[in-house]
């Protein structure tokens, strides 16, 4: 019976391109086709290679291709698909606005993992838990996709269609993803539980609320590894906009979001477990969030 090795070496024999260009990518894929695998910081493939999980026959490399780099204003903010981490997190636009999305990056694993890891590689990887995917969904993100045949939007909610799955095309890429400017008085939270600080979420959650005197005049809640995808909880959201943030207004909220995710039980939690997390840190980040946009404690 096969037993992989499992060692920290790459087994597999593959070829290892570094185009400059999204032209020279294009070609490159259409070359190899499926045998071939997109890397940026490698902080994933890498991984599955060294399992024996995956065995591509060529890894095509991005770090090169200016296209997909670097953080732009345009009517709001474009965030290239190879972005590291932290650098996405120290980025002064985004703290000034999107404070969810900081937290979310500073979560990340150990401070290897977040100086080679990249938006469009945590994006891509269509992991219900993605520690990004929460807080672009209540920021409604657009992702931004490339190919041979041009350029084409669509909300990063449809972006991801199941574990592992993206609605990325034969030939097409995550170029960018585009964040509009926040409402005044929007202010945002995220929060994580995991068994250690560096873990994969058992849980995560991001909300943006925006304050009109003590009613909340627009909220989005986003939450991941509760459900096959990152999912927004609409119901929840329902129930609190337009409404005066007070502990009732809370309470139902909680109570909704708990109702609304398809939590399953894994190696890392039990679907009870996960169902009474996000209720609770739900929660927290409305409070949190309500607080940052000045609205105290609620009644």
Not at 1 to 16: A, D, K, R, S, W
Not at 285 to 297: D, I, K, Q, V
């Amino acid at each position: 019976m096969y037993q992989p090795t499992n060692t920290h070496i790459l087994v597999p024999e593959f070829e290892y391109e570094r185009p400059e260009t999204l032209d020279q990518v294009f070609s490159l894929l259409e070359e190899h086709g499926a045998t071939a695998r997109l890397i940026a910081g490698g902080t994933d493939i890498l991984v599955q290679m060294k399992l024996e999980r995956a065995a591509p026959a060529c890894l095509i490399s991005l770090d090169r291709v200016e296209e997909l780099g670097g953080i732009a204003d345009d009517d709001g903010l474009v965030i290239g698909a190879t972005t590291a981490i932290r650098d996405l997190a120290a980025c002064e636009p985004v703290r000034r606005g999107h404070a969810a999305l900081v937290e979310a990056c500073r979560s990340f694993s150990t401070t290897a993992i977040s100086v080679m890891g990249t938006l469009g590689g945590n994006l891509c990887n269509a992991s219900p838990a993605a520690d990004t995917a929460p807080p672009l969904l209540v920021f409604d993100a657009s992702a931004i996709l490339v190919s041979r045949q041009g350029e084409r939007r669509l909300p990063l909610e449809a972006f991801f269609t199941g574990p592992g799955e993206t609605a990325l095309g034969e030939g097409e890429l995550l170029r960018a993803v585009h964040l509009a400017e926040p409402a005044p008085g929007t202010a945002s939270a995220f929060l994580k539980v995991a068994r250690v600080e560096a873990d994969i979420a058992k849980v995560n959650a991001a909300v943006a609320l925006t304050r009109d005197g003590r009613q909340v005049a627009q909220v989005a809640i986003a939450l991941g590894a509760v459900a096959p995808v990152p999912m927004r909880a609409r119901r929840a959201e329902a129930s609190l906009a337009g409404r005066v943030f007070d502990s009732a207004a809370l309470a139902e909220a909680t109570q909704l979001v708990e109702e609304e995710i398809a939590s399953i039980t894994d190696v890392r939690a039990t679907a009870e477990y996960r169902n009474h997390a996000s209720g609770v840190i739900v929660r927290d980040a409305l409070t949190t969030a309500w607080r940052r946009a000045g609205g105290g404690e609620p009644q």
